[in-house]
């Protein structure tokens, strides 16, 4: 579902994407064997499309989960989650990734999964707990619908709405995970509070561990090598064009038919 934001940022993107490119002079098909076929830059555009429509920031559309300043390990266990998320999402088994330290990789490893869900032509939906319990819909922007519709849901910024003592929030976010984690929503959460402080607050523990693996990430404060980079960063447009970008563009429009099955086969369960 896209939104009239969305579609503001999408035609920026598509003028820059499309309209520029010189190899179909702006056209995005080229000629191919006597007929025509999408370039390059209509085929990262179709994917750039999903990536808008799931929330996922556009800080983490570049990023690739090799590159990311975490512990091996950690990456290896988000790794492996991945190799298994068509098992996963059918299961509803999720993430808690926990983390004292701010900056040091959780929403990016959680985005890396979003990203593979939806080059895997799953429905992905990425928002801040704030946003998903405040229950201040739009005609716009309906939050509980687009959680229901979606097969993976990533919740940043868990605990953040928990930090002013008393908060009329923590019962709406209690009410919130009981009810959707046992319809077997695959959810991966990100939160700067550990387990034990989650259940003092929430008592949730033994709802989160039926459901989600829990990983610790600890390192360094990437935001602040981040910050030190924004100067340089000014010289340099964004680039669609990356690695990262064009071989997942190329990834997701390989599934297409995938997408078309799943379509296929709702139509029976229904």
Request: glycine residues 4%; contains cysteine.
């Amino acid at each position: 579902m896209l939104y009239r934001k969305d579609i503001e940022k999408l035609e920026k993107i598509k003028s820059i994407l499309i309209r520029k490119h010189k190899q179909c002079k702006g056209k995005g098909y080229i000629d191919f064997e006597g007929g025509i076929k999408p370039c390059i830059c209509m085929d990262i555009f179709s994917y750039i499309i999903e990536l808008q429509k799931s929330g996922i920031p556009q800080d983490y559309w570049e990023l690739h989960i090799d590159t990311l300043s975490v512990h091996n390990k950690k990456r290896e266990e988000v790794k492996y989650f991945i190799k298994y998320l068509d098992n996963a999402i059918e299961q509803g088994q999720g993430l808690f990734l926990m983390g004292e330290k701010r900056g040091v990789g959780k929403t990016s490893l959680a985005c890396e999964i979003g990203k593979e869900a939806i080059i895997k032509r799953y429905n992905v939906y990425y928002n801040i707990m704030q946003n998903i319990v405040s229950d201040k819909f739009t005609d716009e922007h309906n939050i509980e619908t687009r959680i229901k519709e979606a097969d993976l849901v990533i919740i940043d910024e868990f605990d953040k709405v928990m930090m002013s003592k008393g908060s009329s929030l923590t019962k709406n976010i209690e009410n919130f995970l009981r009810e959707i984690l046992p319809i077997r929503k695959s959810v991966i959460i990100c939160s700067n509070s550990n387990i034990e402080i989650m259940d003092t607050e929430l008592k949730l523990e033994s709802l989160i561990k039926r459901y989600m693996q829990i990983l610790e990430i600890k390192g360094k404060d990437y935001s602040v090598i981040k910050n030190k980079q924004l100067k340089d960063r000014l010289k340099e447009k964004v680039n669609y064009f990356s690695d990262s970008i064009k071989s997942s563009a190329k990834r997701f429009l390989a599934n297409e038919n995938i997408a078309n099955e799943r379509e296929w086969n709702k139509m029976f369960e229904e």
